[in-house]
């Protein structure tokens, strides 16, 4: 890692582009003054600033990040890098980059980045079922997302050490941390319906293996409600499973026959040609994993084609698999074209988790690479894309 000072920058790109002192002030500014300032014993103002960034062609940005702002974005970087270990379950490498990223974020005191690197180390233990270990990180990130008042980010940490305790079989642990995120979540200024639905869909749950009938209808109800409005027919089907089985377990057969014909009649709507897409899709993933390509990329073909005909929102985790398959067999710049189509598409379409998933695997392709800069430029564009679609 190299952090620079603003003079060694100065002096490093006028070394580069083989250019004087003279050279680089030209009539603006003296020779001697940009002696000065790529010793140290001046700064520049702003406006000189924007000159030596033009004369040097570089961003102003460049000239004006400070060393914290350095190694931030280095850290950023390491975070990336980390993520493919993680995926990969390669748990010694994720170690190594957390320890590395935790020494460089206590220093500098990147409280974000210390919270999203326990929160992504806890992911890795989970992944190995390290619960201990996984705890102990998830306390950590919950610390520092409480110290810069990320509510949705405390919350969705609070949730992942539920999990553990119900993966632990813990489930009255488990059943108090879910009740602890929604008494977070009610202190969310903008409500966020999916997440209020998750946070109650494993407090019933919990209540439904602890066989308090009660509550695991009561809380199923609330899910059933929510997820009517979020319109979304496959997740509300499930809902209505949930619900139904909380009304077995109260007995009350008749609403659950009920309750359960109206989830398979909406579950048979979601058949036919986008079932098959979606069966397509996940054969030419198991494929893929298996190392048989030939019929991975005949099943991928067949899902693109289905999702492309019924215009489905579900194109991008087909696009995706593609850019894998073709990384797979050498193919690299056919591999971009897909990944590069997928971007585009859930941008069109504001597809959220897509865009994100989309620049996360060009991200790791450039830092696997070593095209840090690249990557740099790609992190910056994700951030910028997200931000205007007010998310």
Known sequence: ????????????????????????GGDYVSKAQLSYIENGKASPSIELLKYLAQRLDVDLEYLLATEKDQVKRYCRLWLEEMKVHVNLNN???????????????????LTEILAE????MAKAYINVKLYDDALSNIQKSFYYYSKISNIEKVIEAIIKEGNIYTLKGLYEIALNKYRQAYTFYSQLPIKNLELESNILYNISTCYHILKDKKNAKKYAEEVLRIDNQLKDAKRYAQSLLKYASTLILNEEYAKAEEVL??????????????????????????????GEYEKAYKHLMEAKQIKEEMNLDELPT??????????KIGEEEKALKQLESAIEFSIERKLKDYIVKGLDYYIEYLVNKKSYEKAIVKIKEQISILEKMEM
């Open 91 to 109: 748990i010694s490498d994720a170690e190594k980059m957390y320890k590395k990223i935790d020494k460089y974020a206590q220093k500098y005191d």
């Open 261 to 290: 014909k109206k989830a398979n009649k909406l579950l048979k709507k979601q058949e036919d040609k986008k079932t098959k897409a979606f069966i397509e899709n996940n054969f030419g993933c198991i494929y893929l994993e298996s």
């Open 318 to 327: 087909t696009l995706f698999e593609l850019y894998k398959y073709y990384l």
């Open 1 to 24: 890692m190299q952090i620079l000072t603003l003079g060694e920058k100065i002096r490093k790109l006028r070394k580069e582009k083989n250019m004087s002192l003279r050279e680089l």
């Open 117 to 120: 690197n326990n929160l992504l």
